[in-house]
């Protein structure tokens, strides 16, 4: 699936749209480039799962927990990580395999790790349409 967005609001109402289709235990895997808006889909992603509170990038934390509506909600930022065994510190196959949806920033980096079975989104600019221009890619 292919979803363009011509702005920040886009941006997010496409992470909010794709919460309303997860389910307990999956996982979802975004990649950009710095700049590109995974941050603001994930907003949009945690707020379509019913997460109230505000959600930054858990950079030097690795991984921020939520409450939404109906499940958890598993926030990765791995683009610190130095080496994979600090994925295996912080306990990443509870959160993978428990009860909550991951998504997982910079995931490309972990990739020996994560499950086969997971949603692949990629966000991408095209200047020649635009500034606030995106493609979001959702395999």
Do not use: N
Request: contains cysteine.
């Amino acid at each position: 699936m292919i979803i363009e967005s011509f702005s920040v609001e886009d941006t997010f109402k496409a992470g909010y749209e794709l919460a309303s289709k997860a389910k307990r235990g999956q996982i979802y895997c975004i990649s950009g480039d710095l700049g590109m808006g995974k941050t603001v889909f994930t907003q949009g992603f945690a707020k379509g799962l019913g997460v109230d509170e505000p959600v930054t990038s858990p950079t030097f934390t690795i991984v921020q927990e939520y409450e939404g509506k109906d499940m958890p909600f598993y926030h990765f930022d791995v683009y610190r990580i130095g080496d994979i065994c600090e994925m295996d510190e912080i306990g990443y196959e509870e959160y993978f395999y428990g009860e909550g949806v991951s998504l997982i920033e910079w995931a490309e980096l972990i990739d020996e790790i994560l499950p086969k079975e997971r949603i692949s989104i990629k966000i991408k600019k095209d200047l020649t349409k635009g500034f606030d221009y995106r493609m979001i890619t959702i395999v």
